[in-house]
């Protein structure tokens, strides 16, 4: 008599994808009985209609966008590990783990993994630039039928002074570190879990 | 020496004796306590197999994690301020709106929260057992224990399958057969006030039938309080067992749509003896006229109480959802209901996405047994100045109260329909104002 849900995800599976995420071993499993559960075709892979089914994150403005982080460059199926991968963006950064093995390359929740997850949110063709156009259209996003075209360009415009040091008229990713440096990234972009 | 031959005809005798000694105490409202036997035993099997689980899962030091707690810690903080808090570090530009790019982390984190854990979807699937109740229906996060517990379960299935289900099957088929034979035969009379106790009797003689059918123990609480004649009772909705539950301890007008086959043949039996009210499918479109015809029961101060669940419905028990508002437009007065069933014995919540009536009345004969608490509300009224949303939001957060349920205000059609875009446009809307102020002054 094995349970259904859990026996799909192997051992080696979670000691992987612990060692990638540092997530713990309990909090796999639930996020596994998550996606299990978000899973209606039963294949092992999410969609984007899945995520959608959510209420609350068919609510959010920038729900697309944010179900778009989930999925990889022209794929539209995310497997466990990939799923697990973007939600460790929003691991809260502890103390213990700043000195952690140097070689393991720097962990998906350091803040600037979790001001890339943000980065792309804006960044809609993925060519590593936020440019006007782009940023329009998610202020559109946020904003829906409330503001004009003309004041929105105006924000646009603005935001893109401000940040645009090399003058090439848009965000690039080291522009956008510097305009948010001051933001508390780590408290503002994790989730912490109850055990 | 004793044959096959000699034994069948035994255990068929065994077997109808069983079935009188259960149907006709309870046809008056009286018991033997064989089912009060069943329980105690059964209760205390499912308290030595928790023991058992508890003991293994202590040794093999395995943490099973608890899934009533919340995964994640969520904070109510509203959308103006997690953003006024995220730009503070950051000098407000003088003209031309106020946006930060770090605006976008309020949403995002919203977002992946939701995705992580939702106050809503869980609601259509049925709630997880912290212990394992030896059904293996229940049995998903739980791995193999031991010997004993494996040969107990096997036991019980063999009784829940050969003994249980049998049983309540006949005793359902009497008292399904009883219902259409006894309505139609009270409908022969002319309309007077014997009439009407003759088939408050058949209805409720064959309600109790059926409630023994699923082995049913209902604890009803504060009495004094049950529906009256000319009024409404509202309950939430967990299955269409919600019926057999609440009209066992009285009689209710049905409201419901027509259906075909055998629900049709039942529901035109039930009409001839008292007045229930069902609908055309393409009646119920027509929201008018629906009303009407429920004010128009609802008037006619000797005609029972009808029995409405507004969430529209079935959810899993754990949560009330929004109370549609028709309802609550109707006048009189409403008496809510609060129904919790006790998941231990078995999970009565209908997943219509997922099991079909017959698949569904299946699992709940071979269940352990139906265990639910029943609260009855004090009646309540519209109040001066009180909308129906607001009326049957107030209506609702009693029931939830009382249930111990949590109070959500989505929508229970969420089940299979797209949430509206009307919430979206909300949060649009609040976010815009943060942009770019109205008034000049600040």
């Not at chain 1, 848009?170 to 989730?191: A, H, T």
């Not at chain 2, 790019?101 to 929260?113: K, P, T």
Request: aromatic fraction near 8%.
């Amino acid at each position: 008599m094995g349970s259904r849900a859990s026996s799909l995800l192997r051992e080696e599976d979670i000691e992987e994808i612990k060692k990638e995420t540092g997530f713990s071993h309990s909090q796999i499993t639930r996020l596994y009985s998550r996606f299990h559960s978000l899973d209606k075709g039963e294949n092992g892979a999410l969609s984007r209609e899945d995520f959608q089914r959510i209420p609350e994150l068919a609510i959010n403005p920038l729900g697309d966008r944010i179900i778009n982080a989930f999925f990889p460059e022209g794929e539209d199926q995310v497997n466990f590990r990939g799923f697990m991968r973007t939600l460790a963006h929003f691991r809260p950064v502890e103390d213990n783990e700043k000195n952690k093995d140097p070689n393991s390359g720097e962990p998906l929740n350091s803040r600037n993994n979790k001001l890339l997850f943000a980065f792309r949110l804006y960044d809609l063709d993925r060519d590593d630039k936020i440019s006007r156009d782009e940023l329009l259209q998610v202020l559109r996003m946020m904003v829906g039928v409330n503001i004009s075209d003309e004041q929105l360009g105006s924000i646009a415009d603005r935001t893109i002074q401000e940040a645009d040091t090399n003058g090439d008229m848009s965000i690039s990713f080291s522009e956008f570190i510097k305009v948010l440096e001051k933001v508390d990234v780590e408290q503002k972009m994790s989730i912490r879990f109850l055990h | 020496i004793r044959r096959m031959e000699d034994v069948w005809p035994m255990l068929r005798m065994a077997f109808v004796v069983l079935v009188l000694l259960i149907m006709l105490p309870a046809m008056f409202g009286l018991s033997l306590g064989i089912t009060e036997a069943y329980m105690k035993i059964l209760i205390k099997t499912l308290e030595w197999a928790t023991l058992k689980i508890q003991k293994n899962s202590e040794e093999k030091k395995t943490l099973k994690p608890s899934s009533s707690n919340g995964l994640i810690q969520r904070d109510d903080s509203s959308l103006e301020k997690e953003i006024v808090e995220l730009r503070r570090n950051r000098p407000r530009p003088v003209e031309g709106g106020d946006f930060a790019l770090s605006d976008v982390f309020y949403f995002s984190r919203r977002g992946v929260e939701s995705i992580m854990e939702d106050e809503v979807t869980h609601r259509f699937s049925s709630e997880e057992l912290a212990s394992w109740n030896l059904l293996t229906r229940t049995n998903n996060n739980f791995h193999y224990i031991s010997l004993r517990l494996t040969i107990l379960w096997g036991v019980g299935v063999c009784i829940r399958y050969g003994i249980l289900l049998p049983l309540r099957v006949t005793l359902a088929a009497i008292g399904i057969s009883w219902l259409v034979v006894g309505t139609t035969g009270v409908g022969f009379l002319p309309s007077c006030r014997l009439k009407d106790w003759l088939s408050e009797l058949v209805h409720v003689m064959c309600y109790r039938i059926c409630a023994r059918g699923l082995s049913a123990t209902i604890h009803y609480h504060n009495r004094e309080n049950k529906p009256k004649k000319g009024g409404i009772c509202v309950a939430n909705h967990t299955s269409p067992i919600d019926v057999v539950i609440l009209a066992n301890d009285g009689g209710y007008a049905m409201v419901g749509q027509v259906h075909g086959g055998l629900m049709g043949v039942i529901q035109r039996a039930m009409v001839r003896a008292c007045p229930h009210i069902w609908f055309e499918r393409a009646e119920m479109k027509d929201r008018h006229l629906v009303t009407k015809r429920l004010r128009d029961h609802v008037n006619d101060k000797n005609k029972l109480p009808i029995l409405i669940f507004p969430e529209g419905t079935c959810i899993n028990n754990t949560s009330v959802m929004m109370f549609k508002k028709g309802s609550f437009e109707i006048g009189g007065t409403i008496y809510p209901v609060a129904i919790k069933y006790d998941p231990q014995f078995g999970d009565a919540f209908w997943n219509s996405g997922k099991y079909n009536m017959v698949s569904y009345l299946l699992r709940m004969m071979t269940s352990w047994a139906i265990v639910c608490n029943v609260w009855y509300l004090p009646p309540m009224t519209q109040q001066e100045g009180e909308d129906a949303v607001q009326f049957a939001n107030r209506v609702k957060s009693a029931i939830a109260h009382q249930g111990g349920l949590v109070d959500l205000s989505w929508d229970g059609g969420l089940k299979r329909a797209k949430v509206k875009d009307t919430f979206r446009q909300e949060q649009q809307k609040i976010y815009s104002h943060m942009l770019v102020r109205d008034d000049s002054s600040d």
